[in-house]
């Protein structure tokens, strides 16, 4: 075996990792994580670390399900492999599109009968783009081409997903986003509302950005909105009741597609199969991945609602899009088994009823904290955010990096927590009992108390 150091040295001779600062990581060297179990990581020096993030918004049923491992060997041994191109098929994926069909809710009878398998949620979001465009064209309509977004949204890495995304240090490098491409302001209330302005009357005025933008480009141009139900990597953003439903007014009114990015909130994260059901709009298409297979195996897709899928499928023809591991036997059985879990232990059901709202109440006592100008949650994802004055809601100067130092203090307790900026956020597994939300609350208030000791020394 390797020692830590070893790794270490090889990892920063080889290893480019994503969103790294390799310099600083060459430094310090980087954290070795060698096994999991239940939410909890360990590390090649032997430390547990409480896993908040669910390593990366995916762990949605913990570590440590080894029939998860005995699915993923069995169908191994049978079919490892084979393609879904050329008019051929295979069990697992058959029964994974037809149990998310099933599973999807019809909201006023438009139903998901469709899914278009691939690896990952930037590959599905560079899907949803092709295949917008490709449904106005087959509508006759090939000048309605712009996808409008959101700032500070995240829709992936590759150059569409990159470009769908709303974060300006990736649009700052590789010339992004790509052409008909465009965003709006996100509905985040603690920052963009007016003083003595409402949630709901906020809601309204946010969503109403989006009609704004598609009468500045003009409507007939317009080919979709795309928004994730709840900001994750933005820093969960929760939006306000009424910002749903009046999207929804003006995506029906124009006529444009609308595609719910489920990448982190589809799978129970928000106490529901689908986010979309938990407020109530229609989407058109639905991203999906990391928690379809709780993250032991890399999948993705897009589920398909009627409307494009019965355009596609009628008058189409071949659409000249897909993956090698589109509907990879291997990654689907095991999303199946995953699925199953699921169900068994009724884990959207327990987000929903009983520990979402028991982690609610754990981080309603944050904002009691001297730090802490802000706490949400929704489901299990939860945002703290630091400010230096509360009742002015004055941030941090930028480069004091607070929410950094308070994710240090984190790391250090053996907690892993998010930094977005001053925004301290968490989504746990949904395996999360009552006991552990309470562990994990002594060390994020640890954390927080440390982070003020070091701001006043
Ligand atoms: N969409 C959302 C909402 C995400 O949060 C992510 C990843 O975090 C993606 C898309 C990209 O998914 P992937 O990293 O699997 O390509």
Redesign the pocket.
Known sequence: ALSTAELQALDSAHFLHPFTDHKGLAAKGARVITHADDIYVWDSEGKKILDAMSG??CVNAGYGRKELADVAHAQMMKLPFYNSFFQTTNEPAVRLAARLAELAPAVDGRRFQHVFFSS????S?DTNVRMARRYWDLMGQPQRKVIISRHNA????TMA?ASLGGMSAMHAQGDLPIPNITHIQQPYYYELAEPGESQDAFGLRAARWLEDKILEIGPEKVAAFIA?PVQ??GGVIIPPATYWPEIQRIVDKYGILLIS?E??CAFGRLGHWFAYEKFGYKPDLV?F??AVTSGYIPL?GVLVGDRVAQVLIDKGGEFNHGYTYSGHPVACAVALANLDIMERENLPGRVRDDVGPYLAEVFEQFKSHPLVGDAETCGFVAGLVLVQDKATRKAFPEDWAVGMMCRAHCFGNGLVMRAVGDRMIIAPPLTMTRAQIDEMAVLIKKALDLTLQELQS
């Open positions: 990366l918004w990952s949620g930037s590959e979001n995240y829709h992936g890495s997903g994730e994750g990597a990015d990448v982190i991203t991945a990391k993705g």
